[in-house]
Protein backbone atom coordinates (compact mmCIF):
# COMPACT_ATOMS: atom_id res chain seq x y z
CA UNK A 1 0.00 0.00 0.00
CA UNK A 2 2.95 2.26 0.57
CA UNK A 3 3.59 2.00 -3.22
CA UNK A 4 -0.05 3.05 -4.11
CA UNK A 5 0.70 5.86 -1.23
CA UNK A 6 3.69 7.45 -2.78
CA UNK A 7 1.77 7.56 -6.37
CA UNK A 8 -0.52 9.58 -5.22
CA UNK A 9 1.03 12.10 -3.26
CA UNK A 10 2.44 13.12 -6.54
CA UNK A 11 -0.02 14.89 -8.33
CA UNK A 12 -3.40 15.92 -7.53
CA UNK A 13 -5.46 13.62 -9.69
CA UNK A 14 -4.15 9.78 -9.89
CA UNK A 15 -6.32 7.65 -11.80
CA UNK A 16 -5.22 3.30 -11.64
CA UNK A 17 -6.65 1.94 -14.68
CA UNK A 18 -6.19 -0.91 -17.22
CA UNK A 19 -5.69 -0.20 -20.84
CA UNK A 20 -8.84 -2.27 -21.59
CA UNK A 21 -11.40 -1.00 -19.71
CA UNK A 22 -13.85 1.22 -20.72
CA UNK A 23 -15.22 2.59 -17.62
CA UNK A 24 -11.65 3.46 -16.81
CA UNK A 25 -12.00 5.35 -20.20
CA UNK A 26 -14.72 6.92 -19.55
CA UNK A 27 -13.37 8.32 -15.89
CA UNK A 28 -10.27 9.76 -17.42
CA UNK A 29 -12.10 11.61 -20.23
CA UNK A 30 -14.78 12.74 -17.83
CA UNK A 31 -11.82 14.15 -15.73
CA UNK A 32 -9.85 15.72 -18.39
CA UNK A 33 -13.18 17.67 -19.37
CA UNK A 34 -12.92 19.74 -16.74
CA UNK A 35 -8.85 20.44 -17.67
CA UNK A 36 -7.53 18.61 -14.72
CA UNK A 37 -4.08 16.91 -15.84
CA UNK A 38 -4.19 13.61 -13.97
CA UNK A 39 -1.18 11.32 -13.26
CA UNK A 40 -2.45 8.19 -15.29
CA UNK A 41 -1.67 4.46 -14.20
CA UNK A 42 -2.35 1.84 -16.59
CA UNK A 43 -1.46 -0.94 -13.95
CA UNK A 44 -1.55 -3.66 -16.93
CA UNK A 45 1.72 -2.03 -18.24
CA UNK A 46 3.14 -2.60 -15.05
CA UNK A 47 5.97 -5.05 -13.98
CA UNK A 48 4.48 -4.99 -10.67
CA UNK A 49 0.88 -4.09 -11.51
CA UNK A 50 -0.76 -6.91 -9.94
CA UNK A 51 0.83 -5.32 -6.54
CA UNK A 52 -0.65 -2.61 -7.31
CA UNK A 53 -3.84 -3.71 -8.07
CA UNK A 54 -4.07 -5.87 -4.60
CA UNK A 55 -2.74 -2.92 -2.74
CA UNK A 56 -6.00 -1.20 -4.40
CA UNK A 57 -7.92 -3.73 -3.65
CA UNK A 58 -6.90 -3.69 -0.14
CA UNK A 59 -7.70 0.16 -0.02
CA UNK A 60 -11.35 -0.87 -0.40
CA UNK A 61 -11.15 -0.49 -4.69
CA UNK A 62 -14.22 -2.85 -5.86
CA UNK A 63 -13.65 -3.41 -8.90
CA UNK A 64 -9.69 -2.74 -8.34
CA UNK A 65 -10.31 -0.16 -11.74
CA UNK A 66 -10.86 2.50 -12.02
CA UNK A 67 -9.61 3.82 -9.29
CA UNK A 68 -9.52 7.65 -8.59
CA UNK A 69 -7.69 9.48 -5.66
CA UNK A 70 -8.21 13.94 -5.66
CA UNK A 71 -6.22 15.18 -3.23
CA UNK A 72 -4.51 12.23 -2.30
CA UNK A 73 -7.85 11.11 -0.91
CA UNK A 74 -9.32 7.61 -2.70
CA UNK A 75 -12.84 9.17 -4.36
CA UNK A 76 -13.46 5.41 -5.51
CA UNK A 77 -14.36 4.21 -8.97
CA UNK A 78 -16.66 5.05 -11.73
CA UNK A 79 -19.46 4.68 -10.11
CA UNK A 80 -18.57 7.24 -7.48
CA UNK A 81 -16.80 10.20 -10.13
CA UNK A 82 -19.84 9.82 -11.79
CA UNK A 83 -21.92 10.30 -9.11
CA UNK A 84 -19.87 13.09 -7.79
CA UNK A 85 -20.13 14.61 -11.07
CA UNK A 86 -24.12 14.06 -11.39
CA UNK A 87 -24.52 16.12 -7.94
CA UNK A 88 -22.26 18.60 -9.25
CA UNK A 89 -19.43 17.97 -6.72
CA UNK A 90 -16.37 16.92 -8.53
CA UNK A 91 -15.51 20.33 -10.12
CA UNK A 92 -15.68 21.19 -6.27
CA UNK A 93 -12.81 18.45 -5.42
CA UNK A 94 -10.60 19.44 -8.40
CA UNK A 95 -11.17 22.81 -7.39
CA UNK A 96 -10.18 22.06 -3.67
CA UNK A 97 -7.08 19.76 -4.90
CA UNK A 98 -5.93 22.80 -7.48
CA UNK A 99 -6.06 20.49 -10.04
CA UNK A 100 -7.82 22.84 -11.82
CA UNK A 101 -8.50 26.41 -11.80
CA UNK A 102 -11.13 29.12 -12.81
Known sequence: ???VTNLVGEKPV???SK???C???TVKTLILSFGANPRM???DKLENGEEI???LVGLGCKPSVPAVFIGQKLIGG???VISLNLQNKLPQLLLA???IFI
Do not use: D, L, P, T
Request: glycine share 0%.
Open 97 to 99: AKA
Open 53 to 55: ESA
Open 19 to 21: SSC
Open 23 to 25: MSH
Open 41 to 43: IEI
Open 78 to 80: ANE
Open 14 to 16: VIF
Open 1 to 3: MEM
